[in-house]
C-alpha cells in the first residue's frame, strides 16, 4: 500500500475517530476527508481506511461502491450533477443532461461520471438531489440549482467556462444564499 497521506489529513483523522465508540463507525466521515482532500477515493486510500479501522478493505470498498457521493476516479473542476428521479425527470432533467453532455462532447447515453478530455467537467446523471419541489435540480460541485432551464443551464456553463464561481441566477424579486451544502434560502 503506497498511498500519500498528509500530515494535516492524518491529524484530522485521528481526531475524528475519537468522536465514535468504535472506530469503525467513523468510516463514511473518514471518506469524506479523504475525498474532500484528494477529490476521489483511490484504492490506495480504501486500503489504508480499511487498517486504520482495524477492518478489511471490502468493508469500506463497499461503502465507496454503495454511496454515489464517494467517487472512484478523479473528477473535474466543475462537477455537474444532473437529478434524474421522477420530479426531475418530468421537469426536464433528461434534455438538461443531454444538452450539457452535447456541449461538451460527452455521450448522453452513457450512465456513470464523464469528465471532458480536458479535466474541467464532470457531468453525472444521479439520483435524488433532493429538491423535488423545484425540479429539476442541477448541483454545480457544492451548489445547488432549482428550476433549472435551458437558457439557466446555459449559463452556468459559461460561467465556469470563465472560471467564475458557480452561483445561481438570482431572480430580480428574490434575494437568494446558498450554503456549502448547496441549500438556497430565500430571504
Given at each position: 500500500?503506497?498511498?500519500?497521506?498528509?500530515?494535516?489529513?492524518?491529524?484530522?483523522?485521528?481526531?475524528?475517530?475519537?468522536?465514535?465508540?468504535?472506530?469503525?463507525?467513523?468510516?463514511?466521515?473518514?471518506?469524506?476527508?479523504?475525498?474532500?482532500?484528494?477529490g476521489w477515493i483511490s484504492q490506495e486510500a480504501v486500503e489504508w481506511t480499511a487498517q486504520r479501522l482495524?477492518?478489511?478493505p471490502i468493508n469500506v470498498y463497499e461503502l465507496v461502491t454503495f454511496y454515489p457521493m464517494f467517487r472512484q476516479a478523479p473528477a473535474g473542476k466543475y462537477q455537474i450533477k444532473i437529478c434524474r428521479t421522477l420530479s426531475c425527470a418530468l421537469g426536464g432533467s433528461t434534455q438538461l443532461h443531454h444538452q450539457l453532455c452535447t456541449q461538451l462532447g460527452l455521450d448522453p447515453k452513457l450512465h456513470g461520471i464523464q469528465t471532458t478530455t480536458d479535466g474541467r467537467f464532470s457531468v453525472?446523471?444521479?439520483e435524488c438531489l433532493a429538491s423535488c419541489g423545484t425540479a429539476p435540480a442541477v448541483m454545480c460541485n457544492d451548489t445547488l440549482h432549482e428550476s433549472v432551464t435551458p437558457q439557466q443551464l446555459d449559463h452556468l456553463l459559461q460561467t465556469c467556462q470563465n472560471n467564475a464561481p458557480a452561483a445561481p441566477e438570482q431572480d430580480e424579486n428574490q434575494n437568494i444564499k446558498t450554503s456549502r451544502a448547496g441549500r438556497k434560502k430565500k430571504e
Open positions: 500500500m503506497s498511498w500519500d497521506i498528509s500530515t494535516e489529513l492524518q491529524s484530522q483523522i485521528d481526531e475524528l475517530v475519537t468522536h465514535y465508540p468504535q472506530p469503525r463507525s467513523a468510516s463514511l466521515m473518514i471518506l469524506h476527508l479523504i475525498q474532500e482532500q484528494e482495524s477492518l478489511q453525472e446523471f444521479v
